[in-house]
């Protein structure tokens, strides 16, 4: 794909997940491939004022080393970001793009520490398995992390992402625009999970 059409996506991306208010303020991350890296946000700034003419966005190999400094600091999830393309590359994953967002109702899934079953018919044609939750000890995901990241993947190289206790979701997909849906997918699904066992405790059903 064409660079500039990989910033026109990633434009679109961020943007919806901001509108979805599954993003706000300057929180949450994305990236997508390109030819010898990739492009990730920025640090500091916000979803909704990326743009297609590369504000708000930064290229880097995927090992985080930026390739034009004029873009600015990565985020600093660079590291997981590169890892999802690693593992893909070494799994045979189709994996273009990368959402991470702290979005509400995962988040308050998250702190169960148990996976996000597949609670709608939707979740079960579009994922097919319960969505792991990876419990990561500080801010951003790390080197020492990798092995436990790894493992998911390894046991299940088509599981589309995964949730990180108190931090919301990684949703992976074939470019960004299928990775902003799947994490869309997963929000509404955690909601749907909450609501249920609300209902179920209180006896409505």
Known sequence: MEKAKIYEQLEIAAHRAYARGIQTGNGGNCSARMEGGMIVKSS???????????EGFVETTLDGTVLAPEGGKPT??????????RLADELGMNVGGVMHCHSPWAISWSYSKKALPMTTLHMQ????????????????????DEPAIR?????NPKL????LVGHGVVALGK????AEHMAELF???AQ????KAACEKLGIY
């Open 44 to 54: 500091g700034g916000s979803l909704a004022d990326c743009n297609k003419e590369g």
């Open 76 to 85: 600093r999830e660079v590291f997981l970001h590169g890892l999802m393309y």
């Open 125 to 144: 044609l579009k994922v097919g398995c319960d969505l792991p939750v990876v419990d990561v000890k500080t801010a951003s995901v790390q080197p020492e």
């Open 151 to 155: 493992k998911l993947f390894e046991e």
């Open 160 to 163: 589309p992402g995964f949730i």
């Open 175 to 178: 470019d960004i625009l299928a």
């Open 187 to 189: 929000e509404e699904t």
């Open 192 to 195: 749907i999970a909450i609501t």
